[in-house]
């Protein structure tokens, strides 16, 4: 009979190999290119991949190794693609962020993504070039578990809901406009859509409402027919849901049906059961609902806009219930949404969402270091930004991570970023001083340490204006610590903070005049983006960049940083 270590040796690997023989290579071949298309029943000019809008959802379990070939059809823009909630272990270029992991793909070049998805969840991809998610460069990625593992949570079926929003001026006017003096801003999306397909000017609901929308008269294969959820009675069912908006948050109810919320941002989450649920630019969530409800009925399934005065009207498709037909109306009214600026409401959504001890990883009782970054409205040269402790960020042209990777000089601005803001500063005025100055410099962190970072909201350049801003981090979950109300105190507040079960994410919120604190371990090599996920946000500035371990990072792909300086170095080099 073998020793007891060398059984437990054995087990082990037979395990290990198991593993590795169940995790497959999956390759995708995609050309990202313009055409013509309908999303809420008016033609325009959208971004799509292999000819298809939203692009192709992917589908792997975790464990997998994601290929895919990607060739740019786009002819006079370059593009890059970022797996939103990737973690991209050991793959850091890979990461799909233009200037930053790799440099911008250009006309008719093509370029290879080779990454691992380690962890199950629904997550997405989209653009991170410009503005091309407003564009509509985005689609679904969902990792399964792995093969011979079990969720936490019992379904009989799944819908996968990617939302966004959608506006009639392309983003070319909407990049110019944001750029100008006089600024000219965005507006209002004219439409909100459900996996790519919405409805303008026209209201499937129109006569529920005293709104002179006229009621949707679509054929059942328009490309702005709403997708229905089709459901057997007394089952239950998982929703995947993403936003990938570009500014708007989303409120989302079903129609006498109650959600349980059990995953957001592709970790588990203590199950809480709710009416409606907040939902922010680069979150994702995974509800169960049960078809407990009257079968001879459908019910509708609602999007509203929250934070912004909506002057986009809901989105809407159907819970339809076997055996009706899903061009069957719903004899209720859709669900009443919160008010707008509700924002009571949202906090208390925001807050019922905290981690499945058993299944998430507990975090640090200390940390090693604490950056506080000043969320504000600003003016450079008379032009609107957004600005980071008075900073506005700018990318340059050779990606951070080839020029810290080679000690290139002068690829970025060598200085550090202010780690704090003024005491004085009040957060619930607009600033005395407006004025700030653009920056490319880097926070560079210590590999392998725990990293604190409080977000603060302020107020913006008018009176009375405060913002819903989430904030995504490429490269890392973080623990969410806690939110709260005006200018963080390390007195008052400390003690409020959330050691015993935060919510692990990627994406968090900061309200209007709060705070919101994060902390993260610094163990994945690479510089990684930090940012606002509304898109004209980013665009005007707001974002910071973090590098850690860069000196450890191995097989960088030439294609993915010969650029700017590199591309120089790299030519120099005969490499």
């Excluded at 925001?350 to 270091?369: D, H, M, V």
């Excluded at 020029?403 to 601005?413: C, E, I, P």
């Excluded at 100055?437 to 604190?452: A, P, Q, R, W």
Aim: glycine letters at 8%; a positive charge.
């Amino acid at each position: 009979m073998s020793p007891p270590n060398v059984r437990c040796l054995f087990l082990i690997f037979c395990c290990l190999t198991t593993s590795a023989l169940a995790a497959k290579t999956r390759h995708f071949r995609w050309d990202v290119g313009y055409m013509f298309w309908s999303p809420d029943c008016v033609e325009n000019v959208v971004m799509a991949i292999n000819g298809q809008f939203p692009g192709p959802t992917i589908r792997a379990r975790a464990g997998d190794t994601i290929v895919v070939h990607l060739h740019n059809k786009l002819h006079t823009e370059g593009l890059v693609i970022h797996w939103h909630g990737i973690r991209q272990l050991e793959t850091p270029w890979a990461d799909g962020t233009a200037s930053i992991s790799q440099c911008v793909i250009n006309p008719e070049e093509p370029f290879v993504y080779r990454f691992k998805v380690d962890k199950a969840g629904t997550y997405f991809y989209h653009g991170h070039y410009g503005m091309q998610r407003s564009a509509g460069l985005y689609g679904s990625l969902i990792v399964d578990v792995a093969e011979g593992e079990k969720e936490p949570f019992h379904y009989d079926g799944e819908f996968n809901l990617l939302l966004s929003d959608w506006w009639h001026q392309s983003v070319h006017e909407q990049e110019v406009g944001l750029s100008s003096n006089p600024f000219r801003w965005i507006g209002e999306p004219q439409s909100v859509l459900i996996n790519g397909r919405g409805q303008y000017n026209c209201s499937l609901a129109a006569h529920f409402n005293n709104s002179t929308s006229k009621l949707c008269k679509i054929k059942g294969d328009a490309q702005c027919s709403p997708h229905a959820l089709r459901v057997l009675p007394n089952k239950t069912y998982r929703l995947r849901i993403a936003s990938t908006t570009s500014l708007n948050s989303l409120n989302l109810a079903i129609g006498n049906h109650k959600m349980v919320v059990v995953e957001a941002d592709g970790n588990y989450v203590d199950p809480v059961a709710v009416e409606n649920m907040d939902i922010y630019s680069g979150e994702s969530y995974s509800v169960l609902i049960t078809t407990d409800q009257s079968p001879s009925m459908n019910y509708w399934v609602s999007l509203s806009v929250r934070g912004r005065k909506p002057n986009t009207p809901p989105g809407l498709t159907i819970l339809n219930y076997y055996p009706n037909v899903p061009a069957k109306l719903p004899i209720l009214p859709p669900p009443v949404s919160p008010l707008w600026n509700n924002y009571t409401h949202s906090k208390s959504f925001t807050n019922k969402i905290l981690a499945l001890e058993s299944k998430t990883p507990k975090p640090p009782t200390r940390f090693n270091r604490r950056i506080y970054l000043l969320n504000t409205q600003t003016k450079i040269n008379g032009f609107t930004k957004w600005s980071i402790n008075n900073i506005s960020l700018v990318l340059p042209s050779t990606p951070y991570l080839g020029s810290m990777k080679h000690n290139l000089k002068g690829a970025f601005d060598p200085k550090s970023p202010p780690e704090r803001f003024s005491h004085h500063y009040d957060v619930m005025k607009p600033a005395a001083n407006p004025n700030s100055t653009h920056g490319s410099g880097v926070y560079v962190l210590e590999f392998n340490t725990t990293i604190d970072i409080i977000l603060q909201n302020a107020n913006a350049l008018a009176e009375n204006v405060s913002e819903i801003h989430p904030w995504h981090l490429h490269g890392h979950d973080f623990w969410v610590l806690g939110y709260g109300e005006g200018k963080f105190s390390e007195k008052n507040d400390e003690k409020k903070l959330n050691l015993k079960n935060p919510p692990y994410r990627n994406t968090a919120v900061i309200f209007p005049y709060g705070w919101t604190a994060l902390r993260f371990v610094t163990d994945n090599p690479g510089v990684w983006a930090f940012h606002c996920h509304i898109e004209p946000h980013l665009h005007m500035g707001m974002g910071v960049i973090f590098a850690e371990g860069v000196n450890r990072v191995k097989n960088i792909p030439d294609a993915a940083i010969g650029c700017g300086l590199t591309a120089k170095l790299t030519k120099n080099n005969g490499l």
